[in-house]
């Protein structure tokens, strides 16, 4: 039986330790609520995040180009993509009709952008690390506004966010619509999703952030 002990236990990545209950890969067990969900894989880099300019963009249906706020995990990135957050705070300027928010989906990207790929332009801004001042970089990539496709993204899923009538002007509240993923939907090397509304938002200037894990395969 193994021995209990107090304290934090620091162990060398790979080593083996008679009083080490602590497994997964998934042997699971692991249990551990000292610190946020996500405090682990923040703390060794793997968790990141980005957003679309403080100013905001508007969000469009699905389009060969247009303002697709993009992940993209790439063929041969080594890992895959559990999203954790997602917020769309506003309205920054403008206004917009009623339309909800999907997920839409470009398959077999490879890892190449160009005339003829699925993905043909790619306006890339690196991910920022949650652990801010962390060495460790994003495997994967992201756009946060225009980039073209040889094919439109197909729809995958709603987000369970709407949006209502809203002018900037009119005295509203701020508001931020957000969805909690915590691991249940991910992206395999080699897909892209892109975050349209279903009807055009009009000058409505949103502003977007998404967080997720990157986990070795």
Known sequence: MANNYTGQAAFLEGATNNDALRVSKTGAQVVTNLHGAYTEQMIRGNLFMATTVVTGIALITTAVTGNHPT?????GSGVNISLVHLAVMGIAAGTHAPT???WYRTANTGDAIGVG??????????PINCLIGGTQTSRVRWSPAVSTYTAAPAFLCGVDLTLATYVVTAVVPPWTAE???DGKMGIAPGNALSLCSTAATTTALLVVKLIWEEIPI
């Open 179 to 181: 969805k909690n993923y």
């Open 71 to 75: 992940i993209w995990n790439p063929t």
């Open 100 to 102: 909800g928010i999907g």
């Open 117 to 126: 790929l699925p993905i043909a332009t790619f306006t890339q801004v690196a």
